[in-house]
């Protein structure tokens, strides 16, 4: 299925980070319509609190956040084309409640794109967590470095035969048919028990949707998402698929190393599914 429909996570500090402006020139390559969502966090008096509490300071607050989401999307609109079909959409969320408000938000979309986090358990990088575990469709993040538009002449996508990664490049077609060079990485190390099946490997798959790519297979000596980072740079390759990992903790996810090993030092575009 065609990518018609995009959901842009604004960051919350309103400076329009290279996310936004990815973001709006995607939609515009593939005649996507683009909508940018801020969130506001409504902050509550303290519970027990006697007396006179400034409620206009909280209310200034939340609406502060508001103005800042406007700022982005009015950055984000002036470094588009005219053409793009966009909409801005703003509501406020106490902070418990922002994840599962975002996550739901994210299920209307064919895909979501999210800035990289700015520091670990950050607001946006919660909000991240919960749009790729509990909406149940992609994400593509982007990194704080990216200067260049979208472009996607050369795939990386990063396969270990798990439901995710499977997810992921059933999730990533609409963007690997636009690729020339398609390859396929597998890991193998001292952690890792992936092979291919035999007479069934993924690229067979793939030549059947009249992709060409090659199946390489890195040996790794450390971390594996430092060793796709690497080949992703020596490969010069323009974005990378593969499947987002993590385990639950109470109501929460918590990152898996791989994963969270890229959303930290990812230098490239990363489409991730769970």
């Known amino acids: ?24 020139a995607l939609a515009h390559e ?16 303290p ?5 006179d509490y400034p409620y206009e300071m909280l209310a200034a607050i939340t609406e502060q956040s508001r103005e800042r989401s406007a700022k982005a999307y009015d950055k984000l609109r002036a470094a588009s084309p005219d053409s793009l079909r966009s909409e801005l959409v703003q509501f406020d969320a106490l902070p418990g409640q922002a994840r599962d408000d ?15 986090g700015k520091e670990p358990n950050s607001d946006d990088e919660l909000l991240a967590e919960a749009a790729l575990f509990s909406s149940g469709r992609p994400v593509l ?36 048919e636009k690729a020339k060079t398609i390859e396929v990485v597998t890991i193998s ?3 890792t028990s992936y092979k291919e099946l ?8 793939l030549s059947r949707h009249g992709l060409n790519a090659e199946l390489k297979q890195l040996p790794v000596s450390g971390d594996i998402g430092d060793t796709l980072l690497s080949y992703a740079a020596d ?19 918590v990152l898996g190393g791989t994963t969270r090993t890229i959303l930290t030092s990812m230098t490239l575009p990363v489409l991730m599914s769970h």
């Open 1 to 24: 299925m065609a990518i018609k429909d995009i959901l842009l996570l604004l960051d919350s500090d309103g400076e329009g980070l290279p996310a936004s402006a990815y973001a709006g």
């Open 198 to 205: 035999p007479g069934f490997n993924i690229t067979r798959h």
């Open 235 to 253: 490969a010069g390759s323009d974005f990378l698929v593969m499947g987002g990992y993590g385990h639950s903790r109470l109501r929460e996810f």
């Open 189 to 191: 190390g001292p952690r």
């Open 47 to 51: 519970s027990g609190f006697a007396g």
């Open 102 to 116: 975002f996550a739901r938000l994210a299920r209307h979309f064919d895909l979501t794109i999210i800035g990289q």
């Open 30 to 45: 593939l005649g996507a319509h683009l909508t940018a969502a801020g969130i506001a966090f409504e902050i509550l008096a």
């Open 141 to 176: 993040f982007v990194p704080r470095i990216q200067s260049k538009p979208p472009r996607f002449d050369r795939a990386l996508i990063a396969w270990d035969g798990s439901h995710a990664a499977a997810r992921a490049l059933s999730d990533a077609m609409p963007l690997l």
